[in-house]
């Protein structure tokens, strides 16, 4: 398990972060998700993700430009962090787009790497997919929580580093957004083609 004693990872620079989303959408693929806590970091490879492009995505919380104090970061920085949450779960989103243009990448899903004991410990489950095969799993796992809100992933605690190529990736319909009209039709969900942490291969449109 890694410590705070470790060489911290160097964080992905802004520019990275001023991609279109769909583009960012896909490019977040691979790369290394860290947070650092008391217990020590945690970290995973992002295997899976969702754009959301607000002022026209009827399945977006800032659809028609709505702004309220859960979507205020939405209109900030590009690569503000943009926690929520949903059923008792916290969520975590990559904020893109222009400021004052509310669009946001969700990260659905991690392949562990660092810290694999705090999330055994965190999850209360055994090693298995199932520690961060999900939006809420992983936040859980890496121990990112509603403290994270409007930070930026470009400087810890929360923030993103390079990790791995994918060999190929996948796109298909996005994952329970069943009362968003024409939406749920747009195939926004990226994902690294057969991997293992994949919350769902179903809706596949495409490599």
């Known amino acids: 398990m890694n410590t705070n004693n470790e060489t911290r990872k160097q964080p992905i620079s802004l520019d990275f972060y001023l991609q279109p989303t769909l583009e960012l959408a896909r490019s977040l693929l691979g790369c290394l998700l860290i947070k650092e806590t008391p217990e020590g970091i945690a970290s995973g490879y992002i295997v899976e993700t969702e754009a959301y492009i607000g002022p026209m995505d009827q399945a977006a919380h800032s659809y028609n430009n709505r702004r309220t104090k859960r979507t205020e970061i939405m209109f900030g920085a590009a690569g503000s962090i943009y926690t929520y949450v949903m059923h ?12 004052g243009a509310p669009e946001a990448v969700l990260i659905r899903a991690v392949e562990p790497v660092d810290g694999l004991d705090l999330m055994v410990q965190r999850r209360g489950l055994e090693v298995s997919k199932n520690l961060t095969n999900g939006p809420g799993k992983l936040t859980k796992a890496l121990g990112i929580t509603m403290a994270d809100y409007a930070g930026h992933f470009t400087k810890p605690p929360l923030y993103l580093a390079e990790g791995i190529v994918p060999n190929s990736i996948s796109t298909g319909t996005r994952i329970g957004i069943g009362n968003s009209g024409d939406a ?12 293992s942490y994949v919350s769902r291969n179903s809706g596949m449109r495409g490599h």
């Open 184 to 195: 749920v039709h747009y195939p926004w969900r990226f994902w690294i083609t057969g991997h």
């Open 88 to 99: 008792t779960h916290c969520l975590v989103n990559v904020v893109s787009g222009n400021i």
